[in-house]
């Protein structure tokens, strides 16, 4: 078992920066590791990955505003979030894969509002 825990989420003003984290239990050494969100009444969707091969990838509508990052010594990813907006308000989740089991964190809320 895997115990992934987010921090960092919080109320911030449109334009404003966060930078989320997230702590595993166990090695994330050349695991794929990624953030994800879901808002109110949506889906969950992907923000930011590690893919396999060390590929990042972005949604679009972060793209040039985020940046994933790990620290693999200290088991560790963040995500760095720059001019957000009030359509990034969502419960933000860790996630990674062991053994071909996705492990998900319980979620951080990110509100962006005025």
């Known amino acids: 078992q895997v115990r992934l825990v987010e921090s960092g989420g919080g109320l911030v003003q449109p334009g404003g920066s966060l930078r989320l984290s997230c702590a595993a239990s166990?090695?994330?050494?050349?695991?794929?590791m990624g953030w994800y969100r879901q808002a109110p009444g949506k889906e969950r969707e992907l923000v930011a990955e590690?893919?396999?091969?060390?590929?990042?990838n972005y949604a679009d509508s972060v793209k040039g505003r985020f940046t994933i990052s790990r620290d693999d010594a200290y088991g560790s990813v963040y995500l760095q979030m720059n001019s957000l907006k009030p359509e990034d308000t969502a419960v933000y989740y860790c996630?990674?894969?062991?053994?071909?089991?996705?492990?998900w964190g319980q979620g951080t809320q990110v509100t962006v509002s005025s």
């Open positions: 590690f893919a396999p091969g060390g590929v990042t």
């Open positions: 166990a090695s994330i050494f050349n695991r794929a």
């Open positions: 996630s990674g894969y062991w053994s071909g089991i996705h492990y």
